[in-house]
């Protein structure tokens, strides 16, 4: 008999992870806690790494179809826009790491993985929040917060940064604010002159900020990301409407490229950066954590969607190669852990060298600076990242090159 398996949360990890498990012909059930399904309006950037997974779910060319195909990522100085690197990306990574490197608007990655679930029989109910779980040697019982129960072989928690299922399993824990906020916004590509925004992810580094701006929808829509250093935030919220004149006043000094935006944008959400230590355990006999729910990580590296995307690769793979639940889940967490954590803490540190937060880092960037008139910097930047886009976890798990051993 197939095993019932009960994702909470329909973010993009919940529904990748659901398409992942139906397409190894699994029951799934996803229950989520919003009454639409519905994603931020904002972009997101996916690297060769998560594409892998999306061309092995099927879904890739219908993403690429959607997306934005950008020519490099470039840093540079947030006044007089200096290079400190280039790395190339468009056909020059689709050769070095066998997949894309795409722009996408978060509502398309998401209708995309929904479609796809709805197709392979998945079941989603909406407007149901999963509040806690129960098990004993033989049963796991799951709790809605409308007091209904039901029962299941396997719970996977992918409900984001504030999971249920995390707090369930190892206690209450507030994810931790970093003293930092995002600005985010998308503007018509129209309401700005022919050729301000360069086809690349651009990356602009300031004291104490920096802006992030990117085609999205065949260059239709430009996103952009602004964070700040910002100690003072009290909100609870974590995704309200931002005051634009407060944006443009933030970023009044810098490069006449990233005013130029903001002078032509009308709205945008203003996101307080919470993360969380990295974990050591993920899972508690046949309950898991997939995504945000089990590492959540600054935006620094533009990673956290990806890593969702491959855990939902790694966890469906494992459950179809031993029947014994706890094994699978362990072999999971074995094989997702470290890789998960290095960015994590990597992510960190690239709000250090940003902002330019102290000395070390503001030495460092002159040396990058330095570097980078010889093209020395633009091949340390692309070595850098291959840790990250090289990695493909479809061929290593097919390979049998990833370690399954339980430890
Ligand atoms: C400014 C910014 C920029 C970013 N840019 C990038 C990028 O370029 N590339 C990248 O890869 N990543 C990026 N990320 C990270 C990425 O957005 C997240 O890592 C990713 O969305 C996590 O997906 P998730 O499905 O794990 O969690 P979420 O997206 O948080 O989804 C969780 C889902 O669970 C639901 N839910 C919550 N609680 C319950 C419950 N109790 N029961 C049922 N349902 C529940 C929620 O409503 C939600 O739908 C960025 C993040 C930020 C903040």
């Keep these: 008999m197939s ?13 990748c992870a659901a398409l992942a498990l139906a397409k190894r012909k699994f029951e799934v059930v996803v229950y989520e806690r919003n009454s639409q399904l519905s994603e931020v309006g904002a972009g997101l950037q996916l690297s060769p790494n998560a594409m892998h997974v999306l061309q092995a779910l099927g879904i890739a060319n219908e993403v690429k179809a959607k997306a934005f195909s950008p020519d490099s990522a470039v840093m540079r ?9 280039t790395v190339p990306l468009g056909d020059n990574a689709t050769q070095k790491y066998g997949a894309h490197y795409l722009h996408i608007h978060r509502a398309d990655l998401h ?8 197709n392979m029989n998945v079941t989603i109910h909406l407007g149901k929040a999963i509040q806690s779980y129960q098990q004993t040697q033989q049963n796991l019982t799951i709790h809605f917060d409308n007091n209904e129960s039901i029962k299941a072989d396997l719970l996977i928690g992918a409900d984001g940064i504030k999971s249920n299922i995390q707090a369930c399993m190892l206690g209450k824990k507030p994810a931790e604010f970093t003293g930092q906020v995002a600005w985010r ?23 104490g900020k920096h802006f992030v701006s990117y085609y999205l929808r065949g260059g239709d829509l430009v996103n952009f990301v602004a964070v700040q250093e910002r100690k003072d935030w009290q909100k609870e919220s974590w995704n309200e409407p931002g005051d634009i004149d407060e944006l443009r006043a933030t970023f009044a000094d810098w490069h006449p490229e990233i005013t130029k935006l903001l002078s032509v944008t009308n709205h945008c959400f203003l996101w307080a950066l919470f993360d969380r230590q990295p974990l050591e355990q993920w899972s508690d006999r046949k309950v ?11 935006p620094f590296l533009a990673q956290g969607a990806a ?45 250090a060298l940003y902002h330019m937060s102290s000395p070390i880092e503001q030495a460092k960037l002159t040396l990058v600076s330095a570097l980078s008139s010889i093209g020395f910097s633009d091949k340390i930047a692309a070595n850098k990242l291959d840790y990250i886009y090289a990695y493909n976890i479809v061929e290593q798990l097919s390979m049998g090159s990833e370690s399954l051993i339980i430890n």
């Design 111 to 118: 209708t995309a993985l929904y479609n796809a679930c709805v």
């Design 77 to 85: 100085h947030y006044k007089t826009g200096k290079p400190y690197f």
């Design 307 to 351: 890593m969702a995307i491959e855990d939902s690769y790694a966890l469906a793979y494992c459950l179809a190669c031993d029947t014994d639940i706890q094994n699978a889940l362990q072999s999971y967490q074995n094989i997702r852990l470290p890789r998960t954590q290095k960015i994590q803490h990597n992510a960190r540190k690239n709000a």
């Design 3 to 15: 095993k019932k398996i009960v994702i909470a949360g329909a973010g993009i990890g919940g529904l």
């Design 185 to 207: 916004g998308v503007v018509k590509a129209s309401k700005l002159p022919k050729g301000l925004i360069k086809p690349s992810a651009n990356l602009w580094v300031g004291p």
């Design 288 to 298: 898991t954590l997939l995504g945000d729910a089990c590492h959540p990580m600054l």
